[in-house]
């Protein structure tokens, strides 16, 4: 059985991880001007980053708990406003979230337990249409129906 471990990470981009270590958003925003890396906790505002993402070259977000959603909120938001530096949900992270996750905008993930391959394989092979638009390339199957 292989498993994917936390450590290292699980990642859908090409170029090289970022590996600096992430700063608060409330240190970010007080001055630390030399970070590119930012790690937001389940309560801070994504949007405090929009006029600095130029400069970002890691967002990570907090996932406390699986039961807390307000990380993919963040990584809509950050999406939306054009955001393509790497995107790391790290925390409390399960297999079956990774599908959603990524159409939300993620590209990486640190998950506390291990994710066996075969399972996740499976996870993000599961549906091979989408019914909306996302921050992801998929074209729902309205729009290929419909042109």
Not at 97 to 107: N, T
Request: hydrophobic share 40%; glycine share 6%; proline share 5%.
């Amino acid at each position: 059985m292989t498993s994917v471990a936390a450590e290292p990470q699980l990642r859908f981009r090409d170029d090289e991880p970022h590996d600096e270590p992430a700063v608060t958003l409330d240190a970010f925003l007080a001055g630390q001007s030399n970070a590119t890396a930012v790690r937001l906790e389940a309560g801070d505002d994504a949007r405090a980053l929009i006029d600095h993402l130029d400069r970002i070259a890691l967002v990570e977000v907090s996932f406390p708990t699986f039961r807390d959603g307000r990380g993919y909120s963040a990584a809509s938001i950050l999406r939306e406003a054009g955001y393509h530096g790497e995107l790391r949900a790290a925390g409390d992270v399960l297999v079956d979230q990774l599908p959603l996750m990524r159409r939300c905008g993620f590209d990486s993930f640190v998950p506390e337990a291990e994710i066996d391959a075969a399972t996740l394989r499976r996870s993000l092979d599961r549906y091979d249409l989408r019914y909306q638009t996302a921050a992801d390339a998929a074209v729902p199957v309205w729009k290929r129906r419909h042109g």
